[in-house]
């Protein structure tokens, strides 16, 4: 049986088996204390074993790290910490630990853990931090699902760049210490698996927009990957991305879904993981759990770029980098923005077109376009969205005032020849989400194994 049911509300009495690790185990002449842990839970389940039980002969193998099944009776516990306790009365050391185990009952850094990060996992921080993940998973296809959203898978190896930013990792069967070149001296990618160049996408949202463009409102829910050279505590190399897309919906359509969005969320993980978000709340980031029901009690400001510009000008001597209209939003600015102007999540909508990706809708200021982003004390931005732009000429002469190919973006274009139709979308980073929630410092610490620049193991 699990820990977290035998926790829970089990009658004492019964005999039951749990399976799982040691956490720690004391032991003197009369009694043993042994903490296992099955990762169910963060609370540990606590087995007493007597010297004249079976168990008591094997207590030198139960180091910490050790796996056990152990069998007893479920007894009502003397201690106040626990309801309950088991006495051991059948105990099968299934693994031995070797004593080189580098978990430790200590706490260890999470810059420490991080190099042991097939381990990390059997702490209590990242059982927390996996078990509220894996919540937030669940509550991203319950809320979708829930407003007749169609789940898509998109594509991974992908042709195109969505975020014309040259961000992307290319995917190659060509031998790099020599490959085939052409006439002129070039390497010829006619001869590489795909027959052309490919890439690692880095967001599914043009190949959304055709499913949308059928299905009305789609969402994917994926792996995306960026060759961006960012050493940040916000970035990874590959995160997960969550990206609804919707026909016939405007900007502030798109908003009202994102903020829907984010507070069932943010419910979910205070709703169906209390007992992981009081650990974060005692541990790592004291009062995360208000801050998170304060969200989802209120109403998300929205604000365009131009007075957000406004708002940062009138006090530019606080920041590293200068503010100006024109100029991207950086981190110093977005958290002014959400925690000292907005005092919580605040919408920053109609962006300038120049530092904005090339299929957002135009306004009629032909200036600015259709964009929203979401920020959130403390990380910054975590939704990047936008109306897209639905005029096949518009969309046409932006492509090509960018230096980009028309050609390349037939199949999107053609959307906007057959039944063009007002659409937005938005995508999510998953993991910034999740280090909301948690209130972890360091992306890096939510994710199970980060791929950043400079480091691939695991
Ligand atoms: O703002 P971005 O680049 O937007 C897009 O990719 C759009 N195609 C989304 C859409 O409209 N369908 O990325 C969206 C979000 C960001 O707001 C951020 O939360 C996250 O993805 N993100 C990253 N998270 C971790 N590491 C990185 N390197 C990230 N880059 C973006
Ligand atoms: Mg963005």
Redesign the pocket.
Known sequence: MLIREILDKQPTGQRLEVLGWVRTRRRSKNVAFIEINDGSSLANLQVVIDPDSPGWEHLSDLGTGASVRVAGTLLESPAPSQPVELRGEEVEVLGTVASDYPLQKKRHSFEFLREIAHLRPRTNTFGAVFRVRNVLSFAVHEFFQSEGFVYLNTPLITGSD??GAGEMFQVTTLDIEDPPRDSRGKVDYSKDFFGRSAYLT????LE?ETYACALGKVYTFGP?F?A?D?NTT????E?W?V?P?MAFTDLAGDMDVAERFVKHLLNAALKRAPKDMEFFDKRIAPGIMETLQSIVDADFQRMTYTDAVNELMKVKDRFQYEPGWGRDLQTEHERYLTEVVAGGPLFVTDYPKDIK?FYMRLNDDGETVAAM??LLPKVG??????QREERYQVLYDRLVSLGLDPKDYWWYLDLRRYGTVVHS?????F??MVQFVTGMAN?RDVIPFPRVPGFVEF
């Open positions: 969505c975020e880095v967001s599914g949202q959304a995306t960026r961006e960012s916000r970035h990874l190399s995160f991305m990206e897309e990706a982003d979401l931005e975590i939704i990047g969205g936008s979308g938005f995508g999510l980073g993991e910034r992306i």
